[in-house]
C-alpha cells in the first residue's frame, strides 16, 4: 500500500515524501483508514512503529478543514508520559503539518516554567501535546477551553496507568466534548488498560501490530569495542571479508561520512555504495535496486535514508557509528532478518558510546554481547559478556565500572573509567528509570527545542 490510498489531504502527502517515507508501517495503514472513518481506536504498537504519525497524520487531516465551533482551545490534544515523548510527539506534528497553513502546535510539559505556558495557552492553539500533571494544573487555573476539541490521543497509556497518571488523564477526558474520537496506544492491550478504555473510548476498534521485542528474537547482536577511527576501519574492513556475509548495510552518523566510508571501502575492493537523503531521488532508486538485484554487497547509509529497506538479502547490519536515538538502533537492525531469515547486527562502540549504548539496552530489554576478533582488540578492556556479567534485562552489567582505565580516542587513559564519564555522571544512575519514572530520564532543557511550533 501507499499513503496516496489512504485518502490525506495533498499538503500532508506533500511533508510524508519530504520525509523520505515510502510506504505507511502497518499501524499507519491499519490505523489511518479508521481514523479518518472519524473511529475510535485502541492500538498495541510501542515506539518504532511509527505510531506517532499513525495518529498525527489523521489529527492533521482534521485540522485542514476549519472548525465548526468558535473559540481557541485546541481542536488535537495529545497526552504523554513524559516530557520527552511530547516533544517528540510536538516535532512530528511540525514536520507532517509543515506545508498545512495556520496549524499552531504547543507543548505544556511538567518541569517548564508556568508564565511561558500561560502565554502559550493565551493565543490560539490547534494542537496541544501535554503531560497529565501540568494540564490539570492549567485547567483547574481556567486556561484551557476544550469546546473546540474533536480528538484524545493517549499515547503510552500504559505507561501513564503504571505512573499513576490515569486518573488525571481520566480528568482531563471529563472536560473535554463527549463527541471527541478517541485514540488509545499502548504497548499492550491488558485488562486494566481495556477498563480505561472502556470508561473513555466509544466502540473502538482494535489494532494488533507486532512488538518489535519479537522482531528482535532473530537477529544476533554483537558490540566491538574501538579505540578510534583507524580500529572501526580495520574492524569494518575485517567484518566486510566474511564470505557469511551476503549483503550488509552500515551505517553513519552523518551523509558525509556515508559518501566517504563507501569511496574508502571502494577504494579497498568492496562493492560499496551510500545512500542519502542528500542525493537525489534517481540515483537513490538506481542504488537501492542494484541493493535489491544483489549488485551491491555494501550499502553504507545514513538512518533516514535507509528507513523501510526490505531487502532479504540483508545477513548483516553495521553500526559504524552507534545512533543516538534507541529508536533508530531497533530500525537499523531490523534492515537484517527479514523475511524470517535470521541475521546479524554488528555496533561499533567507543567510551564516548556508553549513553547511548546504556539507552539501546535499556530500550530493548537485551544486554548486547561483546566480541573480540583477534588481532583486532581494542586497548580498551571490554566489559564481560554475558556469562560473567549475567545479560539482564533492561540494566546492562556495570560489574566493571570501577577501577576500569579506557583509553579514550587521543590515546590518553580516561581519568573515571565511567561509561558516562562525558556527563560526569555515573554509569548507573539512572538505571532504575527502566520504566515509568521521568525523574531520571536523560531530557535535557538545553537540548529540547522550543516548546511552541509554528508550521507556517
Ligand atoms: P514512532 O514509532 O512514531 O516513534 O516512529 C518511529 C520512527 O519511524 C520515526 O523516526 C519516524 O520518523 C519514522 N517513520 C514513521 N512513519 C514512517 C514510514 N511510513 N516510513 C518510514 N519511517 C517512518
Known amino acids: 500500500m501507499s499513503f496516496e490510498n489512504l485518502n490525506l489531504h495533498p499538503l500532508i502527502l506533500k511533508a510524508i515524501n519530504d520525509s523520505g517515507y515510502t510506504s505507511p508501517t502497518p499501524i499507519q495503514e491499519q490505523a489511518i483508514p479508521e481514523l479518518l472513518a472519524g473511529h475510535d481506536i485502541m492500538a498495541s504498537a510501542q515506539t518504532g512503529t511509527g505510531k506517532t504519525a499513525a495518529?498525527?497524520?489523521?489529527a492533521l487531516h482534521r485540522l485542514a478543514t476549519p472548525s465548526k465551533v468558535p473559540g481557541r482551545g485546541p481542536r488535537v490534544l495529545i497526552l504523554t508520559p513524559t516530557r520527552e515523548l511530547a516533544l517528540q510527539v510536538s516535532e512530528a506534528a511540525a514536520k507532517y503539518g509543515k506545508h498545512l497553513p495556520r496549524t499552531r502546535v504547543v507543548s505544556i510539559?511538567?518541569?517548564?516554567?508556568?508564565?511561558?505556558?500561560?502565554?502559550?495557552?493565551?493565543?490560539?492553539?490547534?494542537?496541544?501535546?501535554?503531560?497529565?500533571?501540568?494540564?490539570?494544573?492549567?485547567?483547574?487555573?481556567?486556561?484551557?477551553?476544550?469546546?473546540r476539541l474533536e480528538m484524545l490521543v493517549?499515547?503510552?497509556?500504559?505507561?501513564?496507568?503504571?505512573?499513576?497518571?490515569?486518573?488525571?488523564?481520566?480528568?482531563?477526558?471529563?472536560?473535554?466534548p463527549a463527541t471527541r474520537q478517541t485514540l488509545l496506544f499502548s504497548a499492550t492491550l491488558d485488562g486494566a488498560i481495556d477498563r480505561v478504555a472502556a470508561r473513555l473510548l466509544k466502540s473502538p476498534k482494535r489494532i494488533q501490530v507486532a512488538t518489535q521485542q519479537a522482531k528482535l528474537d532473530n537477529i544476533e547482536q554483537r558490540l566491538h569495542y574501538v579505540d578510534d577511527m583507524s580500529h572501526k576501519n580495520r574492524l569494518l574492513d575485517h567484518l566486510l571479508r566474511d564470505i557469511a556475509l551476503k549483503q550488509a548495510i552500515v551505517f553513519t552518523a552523518t551523509k558525509r561520512d556515508a559518501d566517504t566510508l563507501a569511496d574508502n571501502l571502494s577504494a579497498q575492493g568492496h562493492e560499496a555504495a551510500a545512500l542519502h537523503g542528500d542525493m537525489n531521488q534517481r540515483d537513490r532508486t538506481r542504488t537501492l535496486t542494484k541493493l535489491r538485484h544483489g549488485g551491491l554487497?555494501?550499502?553504507?547509509?545514513?538512518?533516514?535514508?535507509?528507513?523501510?529497506?526490505d531487502v532479504a538479502g540483508i545477513t548483516h547490519v553495521i553500526n559504524f557509528d552507534l545512533p543516538k536515538f534507541a529508536e533508530d538502533y531497533v530500525h537499523r537492525i531490523g534492515r537484517t532478518g527479514r523475511a524470517g531469515a535470521s541475521g546479524i547486527a554488528v555496533s561499533f562502540a567507543s567510551l564516548k558510546d556508553g549513553i547511548n549504548l546504556k539507552k539501546i539496552e535499556r530500550f530493548t530489554g537485551?544486554?548486547?554481547?561483546?566480541?573480540?576478533?583477534?588481532?583486532?582488540?581494542?586497548?580498551?578492556?571490554s566489559r564481560p559478556g554475558p556469562s560473567a556479567?549475567?545479560?539482564?534485562?533492561?540494566?546492562p552489567s556495570i560489574a566493571h565500572k570501577r577501577n576500569r582505565t579506557w583509553a579514550n580516542d587521543s590515546g590518553r587513559a580516561a581519568t573515571n573509567g565511567?561509561?558516562?564519564?562525558?556527563?560526569?555522571?555515573s554509569f548507573n544512575d539512572s538505571r532504575e528509570n527502566t520504566r515509568g519514572n521521568t525523574g531520571g530520564n536523560t531530557f535535557k532543557t538545553s537540548d529540547a527545542p522550543s516548546p511552541y511550533f509554528r508550521t507556517k
Do not use: C
Open 366 to 381: 537485551q544486554r548486547i554481547a561483546s566480541h573480540v576478533v583477534p588481532g583486532l582488540e581494542p586497548r580498551v578492556k
Open 154 to 176: 493517549l499515547d503510552e497509556a500504559d505507561r501513564m496507568l503504571d505512573m499513576g497518571f490515569i486518573d488525571d488523564v481520566e480528568r482531563i477526558a471529563s472536560t473535554t
Open 418 to 425: 565511567n561509561w558516562d564519564n562525558t556527563r560526569g555522571r
Open 55 to 58: 495518529f498525527m497524520l489523521p
Open 389 to 395: 556479567g549475567g545479560a539482564s534485562r533492561g540494566a
Open 297 to 309: 554487497r555494501v550499502l553504507v547509509a545514513t538512518d533516514v535514508a535507509a528507513r523501510g529497506i
Open 109 to 147: 510539559l511538567g518541569g517548564m516554567p508556568y508564565p511561558l505556558q500561560n502565554k502559550l495557552l493565551s493565543q490560539p492553539v490547534d494542537i496541544l501535546v501535554a503531560t497529565p500533571g501540568r494540564l490539570i494544573d492549567h485547567i483547574q487555573r481556567g486556561r484551557l477551553d476544550f469546546s
